[in-house]
């Protein structure tokens, strides 16, 4: 089965960075999204790595190690419209069926 | 216009009656997903199609069923709700042949008392 593991709540100062970790353990791999999900709103997608190393978009970034079946998305320069759920997915090898974290809750103050 | 249409985008229904909530793209995806997301739990796949009349059992099909009569449409349906089935609904859908990104609906809430 797959196992994925995110903090449960962050918080961090408006203006400052932040990162958010997630561990995995999965039957193969065919990459990690990161999606940013605000109170009672679908889903969005932020990013996607299937290769080792960081992709950098804007303010946000996300790194994976496939060997230690980590990833973090970094979140520079903080806004207050920040404060949202981010959430860990991996696609499986095989499947390509995308399991979820239980997700971290950012709150971004002043 | 949304992608990725849901309805109804709130319902409030009694134990023991019928639901259907319909999902309807425009992206000409063949994959199509239903999930559940409740609160500390995250989002909980129900079944997943990878085209038209192909269904498949998720993590938590119980209670559930599904159906995929035209490639745009995804159904799902309590035949008999319970309250444990109040959450938010997500239709997922993604194209296989071009990427693995998900692009998700708006979601459905479901209240049932």
């Known amino acids: 089965g797959q196992n994925i593991d995110q903090p449960t709540e962050m918080t961090a100062t408006e203006g400052a960075i932040v990162q958010i970790n997630c561990t995995y353990q999965?039957?193969?791999?065919?990459?990690l999204f990161w999606y940013q999900q605000h109170a009672g709103e679908a889903p969005t997608f932020l990013s996607y790595?299937?290769?080792?190393g960081l992709e950098e978009k804007g303010r946000f970034s996300s790194f994976l190690s496939r060997s230690k079946g980590y990833s973090y998305l970094l979140l520079k320069e903080l806004q207050m419209k920040d404060s949202a759920s981010y959430l860990c997915a991996v696609m499986p090898g095989g499947s390509y069926i995308p399991t979820f974290g239980r997700g971290t809750s950012l709150i971004v103050h002043p | 216009d949304a992608d990725v249409t849901q309805t109804p985008r709130n319902r409030i229904t009694k134990t023991g009656k019928r639901i259907m909530l319909e999902c309807s793209q425009t992206k000409g995806h063949d994959r199509m997903y239903w999930y559940r997301q409740d609160p500390g739990l995250g989002l909980r796949l129900i079944y997943y199609s990878f085209d038209v009349k192909d269904i498949n059992k998720g993590e938590i099909s119980d209670g559930y069923s599904v159906s995929r009569q035209a490639q745009a449409k995804f159904s799902l349906s309590l035949e008999s709700a319970i309250p444990n089935q109040t959450a938010l609904y997500f239709c997922?859908?993604?194209?296989?042949?071009?990427?693995?990104?998900?692009?998700f609906g708006e979601g459905s809430w479901l209240t049932v008392v």
């Open positions: 997922a859908t993604r194209d296989s042949r071009s990427g693995n990104t998900i692009y």
């Open positions: 999965t039957s193969g791999f065919n990459g």
């Open positions: 790595n299937v290769l080792d």
